[in-house]
């Protein structure tokens, strides 16, 4: 396997992780992310889109899972700032 194929799978295998993370309101976005890197020319790029994908499927995945408003994590963070 010559390095360009190497950044292109590992970028289809960065695109289907952030598929599997974004929550299905967002399912569109996930067919959309999927959809984008065989028309990205350079896979340089192709590899920063992917990885652009998983860090805002994992933000949209946290933001609704609203893991703040967990009592036991507040608590948590409290202590932490506390010490």
């Known amino acids: ?12 295998g960065l695109v289907s992780w952030a598929k599997r993370a974004l929550p ?11 959809n984008e890197p065989p028309y990205i020319p350079d896979d340089w790029q192709a590899l920063r889109w992917a990885f652009g994908c998983l860090v805002a499927a994992l933000g949209e995945r946290n ?21």
């Open 1 to 12: 396997m010559n390095p360009a194929e190497f950044r292109r799978r590992l970028a289809a």
């Open 24 to 34: 299905l309101s967002r399912r569109s976005w996930a067919d959309a992310m999927q």
């Open 63 to 83: 933001r609704a899972m609203k893991i703040l408003d967990s009592a036991v994590v507040r608590l948590a963070i409290v202590c932490l700032i506390a010490f």
